[in-house]
């Protein structure tokens, strides 16, 4: 099966670093027009192989004024990739309003505004691709976890509603659950030796996941190979607590 995306107008928030700027990197080898978004390119230098442009995900304005630009010059949009997140730890009786405001408004909120800001254009054209980043935590949350496990599960639930209303258009949207990624935002790698073990035991595939292993599944997801897929949750998370105790089967290896 050949996956072809070569010029395809390609739309990923959050681009500019970690998880993000690797799905950038995949779709601009798969031939694709990439145009990244993140706050991070206020400081940035321009890039050769993709288009850069600062959004801030959490403003109605800023949202608009970047798929206008995109529109503008491409005069379509064939896959957006709702990347951007943050993360937000603390006990929900410690959890400060405005550090849960943020993760909603940057988790779910940029979701929402980037996904109603690409109907027009994708309507238009009868066909697209939203894909949203949830999270394994949508699955299975974590002890002072509750803001972002909660927003990634909110995340899941737009995306099946959105895939409803986007049907009769071609449209379809699906949201795509990470697992344990070593990036900055949660320092994975930089944790000590038993910790990591802890983590890496309750993966099927014991490893940590790569950015590749999350950019395999969206250049699927985005392709005319999965125009039948709409509306669900993808886990690429390594088969975690895929069952109750997932070490056993490295114990005599």
């Known amino acids: ?10 739309l990923v928030s959050g681009g500019g670093r970690g998880i993000g700027r690797a799905i950038v990197q ?29 959004c801030d995900v959490t403003s109605p304005e800023s949202v608009a004024t970047a798929v206008r630009t995109v529109v503008e010059r491409h005069g379509r949009i064939d896959v957006l990739i709702n990347n951007a997140g943050i993360n937000v730890v603390g006990a929900v009786e410690d959890l400060d309003w405005e550090r849960w405001r ?5 988790n779910v909120g940029g979701v929402f505004l980037l996904s109603q800001a690409v109907i027009p254009t994708m309507k238009q054209q009868r066909s697209g691709r939203i894909l949203n980043a949830a999270s394994f935590a949508a699955i299975v949350p974590s002890i002072g976890a509750a803001a972002y496990g909660a927003s990634k599960a909110a995340v899941v639930q737009f995306t099946r509603v959105l895939a409803g209303e986007l049907g009769p258009w071609d449209v379809t949207v699906n949201a795509y659950a990470p697992g344990m990624v070593p990036t900055a935002m ?15 035991d309750t993966l099927s595939l014991r490893r940590w996941e790569s950015t590749d292993d999350v950019a395999d599944l969206l250049v ?21 607590l895929a069952t109750q105790v997932p070490s056993r089967a490295y114990e005599n290896l």
Not at 1 to 10: A, C, G, Q, S, W
Not at 102 to 106: E, G, K, L, N, W
Not at 220 to 240: C, E, N, P, Q
């Open 26 to 54: 995949r779709f601009v080898a798969e031939g694709a027009a990439v145009v990244a978004l993140d706050l991070a390119f206020e400081e940035a230098d321009g890039a050769a192989d993709h288009e850069q442009l600062v």
């Open 1 to 10: 099966m050949l996956i072809d995306h070569t010029d395809k107008v390609v």
């Open 186 to 200: 949660n320092g994975f790698a930089e944790m000590s030796t038993p910790d990591q073990d802890r983590l890496l």
């Open 220 to 240: 699927f997801l985005a392709s005319d190979a999965a125009s039948y897929i709409t509306g669900t949750l993808v886990d690429v998370s390594g088969g975690k």
């Open 102 to 106: 943020a993760c909603f408004d940057v």
